[in-house]
């Protein structure tokens, strides 16, 4: 996609502070944080929602699931509480499928 700001940041058009890639996976900061941390966990391969993701690529999901993992475990959140999870169907500010990592929120927010 030519005009997405995650596929441009995937592909090093876009300058971001990567916090973690790998083959599939990139981690960086949310520009508009809605908590202390907020990190954005998005395939470099764009798909446009969660159904599209899931039928060319199932096990993707997993995947994310291993990063968000990997992220917390060796960063400062980890026993602080986290919450993570998807917005879907035309609730994503961006139209690529990504994952949000929200912690250090106040105990009664909930903010994903």
Not at 7 to 25: F, S, V
Not at 79 to 86: A, V
Request: charged share 30%; proline share 3%; net charge negative.
């Amino acid at each position: 996609m030519n005009d997405c700001v995650f596929c441009k940041i995937a592909a090093k058009e876009k300058k971001e502070d990567i916090l973690y890639e790998d083959e599939d996976i990139v981690v960086f900061a949310d520009n508009n944080p809605r908590a202390k941390t907020h990190l954005l966990i998005t395939p470099k391969t764009h798909y446009s929602d969660f159904s599209e993701m899931m039928e060319k690529e199932p096990t993707l999901l997993q995947k994310i699931g291993n990063v968000v993992e990997k992220v917390i475990k060796t960063s400062s959140i980890k026993g602080k509480g986290y919450t993570w999870g998807f917005h879907c169907g035309g609730k994503q500010s961006v139209n690529h499928i990504h994952a949000q990592l929200l912690a250090g929120m106040k105990e009664d927010e909930l903010v994903l």
